[in-house]
T-cell receptor, first 113, second 110 residues
Framework: NAGVTQTPKFQVLKTGQSMTLQCAQDMNHEYMSWYRQDPGMGLRLIHYSVGAGITDQGEVPNGYNVSRSTTEDFPLRLLSAAPSQTSVYFCASSPVPSNQPQHFGDGTRLSIL | KNEVEQSPQNLTAQEGEFITINCSYSVGISALHWLQQHPGGGIVSLFMLSSGKKKHGRLIATINIQEKHSSLHITASHPRDSAVYIC????????????FGKGTHLIIQP
């Protein structure tokens, strides 16, 4: 099992560019989420999904879009990148209910110039 | 506001020492998680607790729901235990997803 796979691992963007961070899991988990990790702060929830076709906002959703067309994939889209979105992004998954140990991807380190 | 507070922020100890990391929270929770993040950046789930105590190898996690407090203990610490240890809670009645502490940076010296 690959677990939770995030791509790319590193990315540099210019302000205003758009891009999609990919997240895929092969454990048939219903619950998936995106977090960002910034220096001196705990991880913060961006968006989450409790199943295909269902998404909801977390603590810091502005500037990000998500969709969940399949159980396996949960991409995170930056519509118009801003320097404030420079961060390390983690995708996580767990079985429903979400009150279960979460499996994390290795992270995507994103820099916005 | 910090709903999840960890202490200490940084801890350096000698190999073999008994390590305790503390986590306090100010909200009602349905579960508490302890996670480990190594220098490479990957995050691994160590424990999920809703009551009592759990043990895995040299790691022990306890939670006191009434006092809103949890501890992570490492017995016979080893340099490979050097990592950031993160406490996270699922807030009861809140949005799905976890609320995280800022982490405790642990260094075990040989």
């Amino acid at each position: 099992n690959a677990g939770v796979t995030q791509t790319p691992k590193f990315q540099v963007l210019k302000t205003g560019q758009s891009m999609t961070l990919q997240c895929a899991q092969d454990m048939n988990h219903e619950y998936m989420s995106w977090y960002r990790q910034d220096p001196g702060m705990g991880l913060r929830l961006i968006h989450y999904s409790v199943g295909a076709g269902i998404t909801d906002q977390g603590e810091v959703p502005n500037g990000y879009n998500v969709s969940r067309s399949t159980t396996e994939d949960f991409p995170l889209r930056l519509l118009s990148a801003a320097p404030s979105q420079t961060s390390v992004y983690f995708c996580a998954s767990s079985p429903v209910p979400s009150n279960q140990p979460q499996h994390f991807g290795d992270g995507t380190r994103l820099s916005i110039l | 506001k910090n709903e999840v507070e960890q202490s200490p922020q940084n801890l350096t100890a000698q190999e073999g020492e008994f390590i305790t990391i503390n986590c306090s929270y100010s909200v009602g929770i349905s579960a508490l998680h302890w996670l480990q993040q190594h220098p490479g950046g990957g995050i691994v789930s160590l424990f999920m607790l809703s009551s009592g105590k759990k043990k895995h190898g040299r790691l022990i996690a306890t939670i006191n729901i009434q006092e809103k407090h949890s501890s992570l203990h490492i017995t016979a610490s080893h340099p490979r235990d050097s990592a950031v240890y993160i406490c996270a809670v699922r807030v009861r009645g809140g949005a799905d997803g976890l609320t995280f502490g800022k982490g405790t940076h642990l260094i075990i010296q040989p």
